[in-house]
């Protein structure tokens, strides 16, 4: 198999004005890029899997905007879980005004992708995530799979940083008492 070029990628995906596509291109190499796809594309579909039943769509929609910026944002991270978040927020709304038009019931997404975690098994975990409020929930991933600091999961969510953490600690009581595992140190959730 031969060695393809970023931007022959994006040529063949987007034909039509491929220069300013690839402009960011410029301060990110295709390694740096590839890199970045590879540890925050996981993540970042779980991140938008709670809002969203395409959570791929999403998250490559995001790395294509990313691309298409004339500079990228000074924290690329924080930035790409902003825009998937309103892109799964969007995606979600449209997704259940469809869902209401047509009338059906369709098997929820599992979360993981591995079928046990750490001895956590999958579908008790999603059940228990699903039981927390949206709002904790979206702290709780962006922490703990999303690797996000406290600061920059408020930037995302719109709060400040210890409304990020109140919420944090919250869902992961709440995770604690759904799942029956006590709090080894009720003083730190972090």
């Not at 930035?79 to 927020?89: P, Q």
């Not at 929930?137 to 690797?147: D, L, N, Q, S, T």
Request: with cysteine.
């Amino acid at each position: 198999m031969s060695a393809v070029s970023f931007s022959a990628i994006i040529a063949i995906a987007f034909p039509r004005n491929v220069s300013s596509l690839v402009s960011s291109r410029r301060q990110m190499s295709p390694h740096d890029f590839a890199r970045l796809v590879d540890t925050h594309g996981p993540p970042l579909m779980m991140y938008a899997r709670q809002w969203c039943r395409a959570p791929e769509d999403v998250v490559q929609d995001a790395f294509l905007k990313l691309i298409a910026l004339e500079q990228p944002p000074r924290e690329v991270v924080p930035w790409l879980y902003r825009v998937v978040r309103n892109g799964a927020l969007d995606a979600g709304k449209t997704s259940r005004r469809r869902q209401q038009r047509e009338q059906t019931v369709a098997r929820p997404e599992r979360w993981f992708l591995e079928p046990a975690v750490d001895g956590l098994d999958a579908e008790t975990a999603v059940a228990a995530l699903q039981g927390v409020p949206i709002d904790q929930r979206e702290v709780i991933v962006a922490r703990i799979w999303g690797g996000l600091s406290f600061e920059e999961i408020a930037a995302v969510a719109g709060c400040s940083a210890s409304s990020a953490f109140r919420r944090f600690s919250a869902g992961i009581d709440t995770l604690r008492k759904r799942l029956g595992e006590p709090c080894p140190n009720p003083s730190s959730n972090v």
